[in-house]
């Protein structure tokens, strides 16, 4: 079993940064790919970015490519998201999520193994 607890959120202005933490309970995290995925009122939950168990690869959504950024300590079981220039349309609920397979980490998430509860990010204009 692997709880996730995510932390960082909050309100921030359009062009701020923030940095959202996901600390995972579990002795063997570097199995494990981390990937981070939001939802917004209204809308479906989507990929936003993926960390390879030892840090060697990372994808991005579309929409937050070249401003977020992931990386992961696995001496810590923690993984990171990095966002810069913060937009209004990146408000919403951030969820850390962990599966071993790598591919999983994509679309809506269906058939991930493991979510944390969420934390919220608010982007004021």
């Known amino acids: 079993q692997v709880q996730l607890v995510e932390s960082g959120g909050g309100l921030v202005q359009a062009g701020g940064s923030l940095r959202l933490s996901c600390a995972a309970s579990?002795?063997?995290?570097?199995?494990?790919?981390m990937g981070w995925f939001r939802q917004a009122p209204g809308k479906e939950r989507e990929f936003v970015a993926r960390i390879s168990r030892l840090g060697i690869s990372t994808t991005y959504g579309e929409s937050v490519k070249g401003r977020f950024t992931i990386s992961r300590d696995n001496a810590r079981s923690t993984v990171y998201l990095q966002m810069d220039s913060l937009k209004p349309e990146d408000t919403a609920v951030y969820y850390c999520a962990a599966d071993q397979q790598f591919a999983t980490m994509s679309g809506r998430g269906d058939g991930i193994d493991y979510w944390g509860k969420g934390t919220l990010v608010t982007v004021s204009s």
């Open positions: 579990v002795r063997t995290f570097s199995v494990y790919a």
